[in-house]
């Protein structure tokens, strides 16, 4: 049985019928294999309910419209066998044993109601490319579809991105102007009652998406000294964030300690502090000698943090210089200042990964692979698993591949362990920049990223190593430019891209099936995925 039949219409025999016929739904009374395969209504039986005979188990459906429509009701959705499969539903674990790149392939984009366009403030343009997208919470449970977009001119868009009909107006939209410089990563709070931005200000701002003024509740702008990269909550805590800059420095804020006044000469106003911070968290360089023949050591940006679940107090970071990911323990950093004349103690991760995954050749076609692998690539973004693919961290690199990773790490299994074959990647992919990001569904099932081309990239990233056809991807193309921020939420994907739109990505089988039999004719509706 082919991935597509066991997936396309998900009736109440996909589970148990292996039969190849072409047709859909129930069979009817006069299949000719209904003879070895029926169920037959008991004598006197008035409620519809049917014995089950045969090995197959198939039920005969009763002529009559009433007990059809009955049924149909009762067959699940694509998202709702994937929240069953996020519950434990052993039912919904052994509908998705199989590959599910066919449901990767019906992702489709209505040109009207599914693109959204962010607003410019300059009056010299009417658009302004996001920089960075996230779905609340909530969404990602299933509970709504409300996503936060960042702009590059320190705004804050919240939007509901839920289904409509290309006629219906947009819902209501909130602007928030938080920032006054681009803002490069945005997360909600575990609660969904904050949102964090990480801006070019060197900044991190707390903001209530509900407020109508923008005003941050607290502005964490004493931790570093460059633009801020990427910030993450702690999942178990609404108060306790984590942030990365370009400065190569990971700060930790709580926000229960009240304002720690940074005291020098040239700052008489009080900053707010981080409690803990780890300075040159990834690699250092060393730039030109000057002429003075003197060498001025560089640290590398942050790309990326994530916390650890199942782990609590640990961390997991990325740099911009190589493929190296770090794991550290929060508890053994020190926030105590330095004395004077005393360098402070330095602070070291608990673990590394041993192996730079981005200097290991491929044989997954991939348009960013045109130099040699050899050279080490930064890691722009990372994901962490969960459901099937929990335990694994997905690593984005600008090498245009998404690298696997463990997060056994500490407890005795590597963090890194060679896995080339753990490389997902495809022949349109390329990453140019830092600004790309990946992230993993909420049934653990999938992965996006995005790319250069206006082109978004999704992942199944359930199959094993030997399973070449969901690592190498389908492609989504609707924008133009690089299409960096993407987010999922239970049942839609939004992808962000620099022509200042944004776009909302749905499974509908039906609907892909429509414009594949008239592409001519689809494309000036619709948008779809492609191999």
Known sequence: MSPREALSDL??????????????????????????????????????????????????????????????????????????LRLGDPTARRLFSLPTISILESFVSSNGADLFKCQSLDSNSFLTPPYACAYSNASKRGQGSILAIATEQGTVDILSTAKR???????????????????????????????????????????????????????????HSSTVKCVTWDPLHNDLLASGGRDGCICLWDLRVGNQVAHSQDEGDGRRKPVMSIPYAHEIVASKPTKKGRVVLAPRSVTSLAYLEDAPYEIISSGSGDGIIRKWDLRLTSSSPKKRGKKP?????????EEDLTTLPSDLPSAGLLFSPRRARGIISMALGMGPSAGR?????????????????????????PQADQAYTHRHMA???????????????????????????????????E??????????????????????????????????????????????????????EAKWDWTWGKM
């Open 11 to 84: 009736t109440n025999d996909v589970l148990s019928s292996s039969s190849n016929s072409p047709t859909r739904g129930k069979r009817r009374a006069d299949d000719h294999n209904i003879a070895s395969k029926r169920a037959k209504l008991t004598e006197g039986n008035t409620t519809g309910e049917a014995e089950e005979v045969g090995k197959h188990g198939d039920v005969e459906m009763l002529e009559t419209a009433s007990i059809r429509m009955s049924v149909r009701r009762c067959q699940p959705s694509v998202y709702a066998s994937l929240h069953a």
């Open 165 to 223: 009909r290309d006629w219906d107006p947009e819902g209501t939209r909130i602007t928030l102007q938080i920032h006054n410089n681009g803002i490069f990563d945005v997360k909600w709070s575990p609660s969904d009652s904050y949102v964090a931005t990480a801006s070019g200000d060197r900044s991190i701002c707390i903001t209530d998406p509900q407020s109508s003024t923008g005003t941050a509740l607290h502005n964490l702008n004493a931790g």
């Open 345 to 353: 103690a330095s602070i070291l991760p608990i673990d590394n990964a």
């Open 393 to 417: 961290i997905f690593a984005l690199s600008n090498d245009s591949r998404v690298h696997t990773y463990n997060t056994s790490g500490a407890v005795g299994i590597p963090l890194s362990v």
């Open 431 to 465: 990453t140019n920049s830092f600004y790309v990001r990946t992230v993993v569904s909420p049934c653990g099932r999938w992965l996006a990223s995005g790319g250069a081309g206006g082109s978004a990239f999704l992942f199944d990233i359930s199959v094993g190593g």
């Open 467 to 520: 399973e070449k056809l969901g690592m190498q991807g389908v492609e989504l193309k609707g924008q133009e430019g690089e299409v960096g921020a993407v987010d999922w939420a239970d049942g839609a994907l939004a992808t962000c891209a620099d022509d200042g739109t944004v776009r909302i990505w749905r499974p509908d089988i039906e609907r892909y099936r429509m414009c594949m039999d008239n592409p001519v």
